[in-house]
């Protein structure tokens, strides 16, 4: 089945850029989503269909996707941020959800 | 406003089954397919199948197929997620969630998530 590896953690300062990537065999040729956990509460989605935004998430929080790297970017990054990111494809194929193992990022 | 209302905690000996339910609201009920999704403590998520609501049309991961199913009620617009066969590491936050019929399934709306519990 289809595989997306994450980074088990990224540290990042405030105010500085962090970059989350999720792998997969190309990937470029999906659509990646972006979810974000924060501890105690169930993940919310922050960017859908590569670089979609939903209403109510931050300009700061941008995605792209192409060969066989998906990047999920946090501009100016705040203590807020810090939670775990989860990347997810759908697997048509097999009609499969799949999730990355995610990303914990902290800011320092 | 879109709602998805899960069931309360659950504790189960090992061997046992849980039944967890997602009621929802706020959206037509046939219109989304509703995804169940866990995460064993500390660890990642894990999604386990979908059903579509209007058919009811299934889809498990291989991993839980034969000891999950997936049903619905569209009289009172409510989703089902049966575990059977409960071992220790079963232990998890069940989560249902809500995703688009068609394109790739992005998840706008998770429910609170239940906590099950599986001890001796």
């Known amino acids: ?108 | 406003q879109v709602r998805l209302v899960q069931s309360g905690a659950e504790v189960k000996k090992p061997g046992a089954s849980v039944k967890v339910s997602c009621k929802t609201s706020g959206y037509n009920f046939g219109d989304f397919y509703l995804h169940w999704v866990r995460q064993a403590p500390g660890q990642g998520l894990e999604w386990m199948g979908w059903i579509n609501p209007n058919d009811g049309d299934t889809n498990y991961a291989q991993k839980f197929q034969g000891s999950v199913t997936l049903t619905r009620d569209t009289s009172i617009s409510t989703a089902y997620m049966d575990l059977t066969s409960l071992r220790s590491d079963d232990t998890a936050i069940y989560y249902c969630a809500r995703s688009p019929t068609y394109g790739s399934r992005w998840i706008d709306s998770w429910g609170q998530g239940t906590l099950v519990t599986v001890s001796s």
Do not use: M
Not at chain 1, 22 to 47: F, L
Not at chain 1, 48 to 57: E, F, H
């Open chain 1, 1 to 108: 089945s289809y595989v997306l590896t994450q980074p088990p953690s990224v540290s990042v300062a405030p105010g500085k850029t962090a970059r989350i990537s999720c792998g997969g065999n190309d990937i470029g040729s999906k659509s990646v989503h972006w979810y974000q956990q924060k501890p105690g509460q169930a993940p919310i989605v922050v960017i859908y269909y590569d670089s979609d935004r939903p209403s109510g998430i931050p300009e700061r929080f941008s995605g792209s996707n192409s060969g066989n790297t998906a990047t999920l970017t946090v501009s100016k990054v705040e203590v807020g941020d810090e939670a775990d990111y989860y990347c997810q494809v759908w697997d048509s194929p097999r009609a499969d959800v799949i999730f990355g193992g995610g990303t914990k990022l902290t800011v320092l």
